[in-house]
């Protein structure tokens, strides 16, 4: 039975050492507790990318297959944390408008992209002028119940550890940590990617995004809405608002001009009363073409590397965390615009 040492228990590392749990081998996952951006997630699923009206990257594949992972992880770790949702998205241009009527008659489509809708309500802004449609087929991962839940399920299987990692304890060429020999090695460390020195040569970015939790008894609770940001409906006639980007930056500390600028979604979608009750910020792992990084070291076998999720993590996390176990234990070949390789084509 193969033993897998896990680097990081955000979503990557989580998915990734279930994957291989399942396939029966050993794993042994190690965390600094110092992962925001997983824990503090919105946890949309959304199928759809609003500009252009496009799908998102493999959804057809990713979704079913997300479905029916959270929700065995639901019934492992005996909690609920997955629900669909309804996504109104309010056009935000004449153009986007025609993308989307053009569209949903597509067959490929019809699944994602409900028809126009002459919807009103008494608290939308006025600024709300061009219609709205419903995204089908949207869901929410709870993302600090999932973390939670995860986690103490395999604290109470002896698989986490909340540790950061010692290269001063690894040696490399014996594969052996902490005195424990490993089969593998998988970095999922995220933002810290750039202080693991067998990959730190992978341009993973640091991409902050900061939320605000507003409380709004006026606010309907059966929608999320959707223009230039979201409010998500989270219960107890409470709403988190964002969210905003800001690239290549360490700072995860909330700003003024943040709140701003999420104060600017919120009043563009919105025209009731609200209190605002938390700022929270947190940075994620992303990548220059917008694909996960997933792959084995090419010097050094049986290290390896699960990272760059970014925005459509919970999405994407369960059919690559899949597809990565399949690649370590039986060699299948990852999906051609995720592998490392592409980082070192030119080198």
Known sequence: MKKHLI???????????????????LVLLLDNKQNKSSTIAAGMINPIVFRRVTKSWRVDEFLPFAIGFYKELEVATGSQFFNSIKIRRFFASEQEKK???????????????????????????????????????????????FMQQTH???????????????????????????????????????????????????????????????????????????????????????????????????????????????????????????DITEQIAGIRPTVYDRRPVLGEHPKHKSLFIFNGLGTKG???APLLA????????DGKALHEEVQLSRFYKNK
């Open 99 to 145: 993308y989307w009527l053009r569209k949903q008659k597509e067959e490929s489509y019809k699944k994602y992209l409900s028809p126009e809708e002459n919807y009103k309500h008494e608290f939308t802004s006025t600024q709300n002028n061009l219609g709205s449609a419903i995204v089908k087929n949207a869901f929410r991962v709870n993302a600090q119940a």
């Open 152 to 274: 103490k399920l395999f604290r109470t299987n002896n698989c986490l550890k909340h540790e950061s990692f010692d290269y001063a304890l690894f040696n490399r060429d014996k594969m052996m940590y902490n005195g424990e020999k490993y089969d593998s090695v998988v970095f999922c460390c995220g933002t810290d990617q750039d202080k693991v020195p067998y990959f730190n040569s992978i341009e993973i970015q640091h991409t902050k995004g900061e939320i605000l939790t507003v409380k709004a008894k006026q606010m309907p609770n059966e929608e999320t809405w959707n223009k230039k940001g979201f409010i998500l409906p989270v219960g107890a006639d409470s709403f988190k608002i964002g969210a905003t980007i800001e690239r290549n930056t360490n700072n995860a500390k909330v700003t003024d001009h943040g709140r701003k600028e999420l104060l600017n979604v919120i009043n563009g979608l919105y025209s009731g009363s609200y």
């Open 322 to 329: 899949q597809e990565m176990a399949d690649f370590m234990i």
């Open 7 to 25: 680097i990081g228990g955000g979503v990557a590392g989580v998915t990734l050492a279930w994957q291989l749990i399942k396939k029966g081998h």
């Open 314 to 316: 919970y999405l994407m």
